[in-house]
């Protein structure tokens, strides 16, 4: 075969091929994705009982020697297997302030909070009751949406766990529509706590005080949840109006090997 590379119309017919093809590389060539799966075994604090177990699949990629989730998928099964609840967050937006919806079967209710351009949160809540109520309150810059807060504790990590810093965040309360202020930092572990660090969030308002309490996570030596202490997202089966005050222990299956 002869040369082609001076044939212009050669040039010209091979040039769209290579876009079509290179356009067509998955971003996990570029980036590698990389998956985390685990399950967190949820027991009342009061009688001890295993009262659901969640089962969570998350996929993003390592930037450094950090595992950036970009979705999550989350489902809620009762002790006899069967699943009531359903979760899916999406971090495009950012890493603090996910987008997310949760829909609880049982009760035929169903939250969405949908970040726009992180600048205001758009949320929908079909309420147990079947009313429909909506929020639109504005982001705050130390604003965090439910399980961004592992973001949050990665990002601040040298100074909670090294320096011993307290760190003000505006906490979502997507049923009340509002960002409210809490405190995290570093504390002793409390009995039965799995993890090698303990971290507390805490109410700095005197008014949230009234119906917030006091958090507990855990983390170990490689940055992952092992423990939830404090009332959970999920409503009691008995008792639609009161959530799970629980113990949540996590138990991994698959992590990312970011710090290669």
Not at 36 to 55: C, H, I, N, P, Q
Not at 80 to 101: C, H, I, M
Not at 108 to 124: A, P, S, T, Y
Not at 149 to 176: C, H, K, M, P
Request: proline letters at 3%; one cysteine or more; charged letters at 30%.
């Amino acid at each position: 075969m002869g040369n082609n590379a001076g044939n212009p119309r050669f040039s010209q017919s091979v040039t769209p091929l290579l876009l079509s093809a290179l356009l067509a590389i998955p971003a996990a060539a570029v980036a590698e994705e990389r998956e985390a799966l685990f399950k967190g075994e949820v027991f009342a604090r009061d009688s001890g009982e295993l009262v659901y177990t969640e089962y969570h699949e998350q996929q993003g990629s390592c930037e450094g020697n950090r595992f950036r989730i970009l979705d999550h998928q989350v489902r809620y099964e009762d002790p006899d297997g069967e699943v009531f609840a359903v979760k899916t967050l999406n971090y495009q937006e950012s890493a603090q302030r996910p987008s997310y919806t949760i829909e609880d079967m049982r009760y035929n209710e169903k939250m969405e909070v949908i970040n726009g351009n992180d600048r205001r949160l758009d949320i929908r809540w079909k309420t147990p009751d079947g009313d429909e109520k909506t929020f639109n309150p504005r982001v705050k810059s130390n604003g965090v949406v439910d399980a961004g807060f592992e973001a949050l504790a990665q990002e601040y990590w040298d100074e909670l766990v090294n320096n011993g810093e307290r760190i003000r965040i505006d906490f979502l309360a997507s049923t009340r529509g509002k960002f409210y202020d809490f405190e995290v930092r570093k504390t002793d572990a409390p009995s039965g706590l799995t993890g090698d660090y303990a971290f507390s969030i805490s109410s700095r308002g005197w008014v949230t005080r009234w119906f917030v309490d006091e958090i507990i996570v855990g983390y170990d030596q490689q940055r992952r949840l092992t423990d939830y202490m404090g009332l959970t997202n999920i409503r009691q089966h008995a008792h639609k109006d009161e959530n799970y005050d629980a113990h949540i222990q996590y138990q991994y299956a698959t992590w990312p090997d970011c710090a290669g």
